[in-house]
């Protein structure tokens, strides 16, 4: 039977380590990669990235032709996980592992920042929120699975085990250091029309959209208390940019002790991640672009802090009545 790519990885590893050596703390302190994720990498429960080869094959002076059967040539590997599971939102359980374990990186760094950037609300900041959270996944239930065309939200619900999830997202989230949110004029207003359309479809009843309003209306709270004293709830340093021009897509930067890490949010499920410097360095590039075009709002700025949130709680008290698509 033909071996997979990572039980060629596996035996290379063994070929060209001591033998007395054992390859889960090897690869652990090589890759960076808690006990947990070498582990599931080694019994061949989840691929190792492109990335994480190049890695392995650096350090142990292998060919990639020997591994891959590709060139060594220069080249950028990206990350995307491969979404097979049976229940469509347990799809998405590697993507949170993902951020808990690289924010897990970042919290315990000496020098580290996040940047996130975005038309809506980021998924890290949306995990404080769980009734935004869960229409977040019912939209992408309804948009990327098989379900019927009367699909109504009170039908669906989010599994424990990505609640549990949720919860260490959360906690290590609240604990980064030091934290940059980049949003537009659209952040409320694109998830308002997405509720606006299931609801005039009858797919939300009029309790579940007050509750999800309840929610957004929390959210600008938050989003004013953190542009007044420049932290969030635990006190981890916050700046927040309003940009002028339309974002047109999610991302997220991470920097900790001289390494970085992206993702780029194609859809909603799964980032493209991607651990190479250079292109790490491309991509914060344009998000410290974006602040050119952007004004901060965290504690200064009152006028167009104030309006921005005022136009944001308006919004969202209308968003029954006015948002008609």
């Known amino acids: 039977m033909k071996k997979t790519l990572n039980e060629i990885v596996v035996n290379h590893i063994r070929k060209n380590i001591p033998r007395e050596?054992?390859?889960?703390?090897?690869?652990?302190?090589?890759?960076?990669?808690?006990?947990?994720?070498?582990?599931?990498?080694?019994?061949?429960?989840?691929p190792?990235?492109?990335?994480?080869?190049?890695?392995?094959?650096?350090?142990?002076?292998?060919?990639?032709?020997?591994?891959?059967?590709?060139?060594?040539?220069?080249?950028?590997?990206?990350?995307?996980?491969?979404?097979?599971?049976?229940?469509?939102?347990?799809?998405?359980?590697?993507?949170?592992t993902e951020a808990i374990e690289i924010l897990s990186k970042v919290h315990r760094a000496t020098n580290s920042k996040v940047i996130l950037a975005g038309n809506h609300f980021p998924t890290l900041f949306l995990v404080s929120f769980p009734n935004i959270?869960?229409?977040?996944?019912?939209?992408?239930?309804?948009?990327?699975?098989?379900?019927?065309?009367?699909?109504?939200?009170?039908?669906?619900?989010?599994?424990?085990?990505?609640?549990?999830?949720?919860?260490?997202?959360?906690?290590?989230?609240?604990?980064v250091n030091k934290l940059e949110i980049i949003i537009d004029k659209?952040?409320?207003?694109?998830?308002?029309?997405?509720?606006?359309?299931?609801?005039?479809?009858?797919?939300?009843?009029?309790?579940?959209?007050?509750?999800?309003?309840?929610?957004l209306y929390e959210c600008i709270d938050l989003l004013e208390e953190m542009?007044?004293?420049?932290?969030?709830?635990?006190?981890?340093?916050?700046?927040?940019?309003?940009s002028s021009l339309n974002i047109e897509s999610n991302s997220s930067y991470f920097e900790y002790d001289g390494q970085t890490y992206t993702q780029l949010w194609s859809y909603f499920s799964d980032p493209i991640s991607i651990s190479n410097s250079q292109a790490s360095f491309v991509q914060k590039r344009w998000l410290d672009s974006l602040k050119k075009y952007s004004t901060l709002i965290t504690q200064s700025s009152e006028i167009q802090r104030a309006k921005f949130l005022n136009l944001q709680r308006e919004l969202i008290s209308n968003m029954d009545k006015d948002i008609i698509l």
Do not use: C
């Open 48 to 96: 190792f990235t492109f990335e994480e080869i190049s890695k392995i094959a650096l350090h142990l002076n292998i060919s990639l032709d020997e591994i891959i059967g590709q060139s060594s040539g220069k080249r950028v590997f990206f990350n995307l996980h491969e979404l097979n599971q049976s229940i469509p939102i347990l799809q998405i359980k590697d993507v949170i």
């Open 186 to 215: 659209n952040t409320i207003s694109s998830t308002m029309l997405d509720v606006s359309y299931f609801y005039n479809r009858n797919l939300i009843s009029e309790s579940e959209l007050r509750i999800i309003q309840a929610e």
């Open 21 to 46: 050596k054992n390859i889960v703390p090897f690869l652990m302190e090589l890759l960076d990669l808690a006990k947990e994720s070498t582990y599931r990498r080694v019994r061949n429960e989840i």
């Open 227 to 242: 542009t007044q004293k420049g932290v969030n709830q635990i006190g981890s340093e916050v700046q927040i940019y309003l």
């Open 133 to 175: 959270s869960k229409f977040r996944y019912y939209k992408w239930i309804h948009q990327t699975e098989d379900v019927p065309l009367n699909f109504y939200y009170s039908d669906f619900s989010i599994p424990q085990e990505i609640l549990n999830l949720q919860k260490k997202l959360k906690y290590n989230f609240q604990r």
